[in-house]
């Protein structure tokens, strides 16, 4: 992979960015007592998988902070990354090393209107200070929209929280 001027790159330290304006929510939603994820990463996949699911991509505007892609890399976290952007281009060529920048623009906008969404989610129960009380609601209103569509019982479906 190049860059513009044509000096090699390594694809480990492209930068996944996100919207500094969200680092409330994600200090929230990760370093807190009771947080919900473990690392950083967990949580811009989980927002990346909320964008998705709602079919929203959002450009990242306004100051950033990046991850670098071997962070994501290093748990295999990666292929959420590599999914949407075969998901979004339909194009097995978007995983060459030239092209993979794009993967990463839509994986960082479905992300970014992801955590957009789950900031709302949060005002809309400010009795939940941790969130978690709150996200498993929607994971679990979720689940019950696809039990309607693909006849899923969720009474056999664990939810395991350590």
């Known amino acids: ?9 390594n694809w480990r330290n492209i930068g996944v960015k996100r ?6 929510l ?3 939603l990760t370093l807190e007592n009771r947080s919900v994820f473990q690392y950083l990463k967990d949580l811009m ?5 909320v964008g998705y699911s709602h079919d929203e991509r959002r450009e990242i505007s306004g100051e950033t902070i990046e991850i670098i892609l071997d962070t994501y890399a290093s748990d295999e976290k990666d292929g959420f990354i590599y999914l949407l952007g ?5 194009d097995g060529q978007v995983l060459k090393d030239e092209k993979l920048k794009e993967c990463v623009v839509v994986f960082e906008e479905y992300c ?12 809309e129960n400010p009795g939940d200070p941790s969130g ?3 996200l498993l609601d929607k994971i679990y209103q979720r689940l019950s929209e696809n ?3 693909k006849d899923i019982n969720n009474d056999e479906i664990e939810i395991d929280i350590d």
């Open 112 to 123: 970014n209107a992801g955590l957009y969404i789950i900031e709302d989610w949060l005002n």
């Open 132 to 134: 978690v009380d709150t």
């Open 45 to 49: 996949v989980f927002a990346a998988m």
């Open 26 to 28: 994600i200090s929230r």
């Open 19 to 24: 919207e500094r304006n969200h680092e409330a």
């Open 1 to 9: 992979m190049t860059d513009n001027s044509g000096v090699a790159i």
């Open 147 to 149: 039990e309607k569509l």
């Open 86 to 90: 075969l998901l979004e281009h339909k």
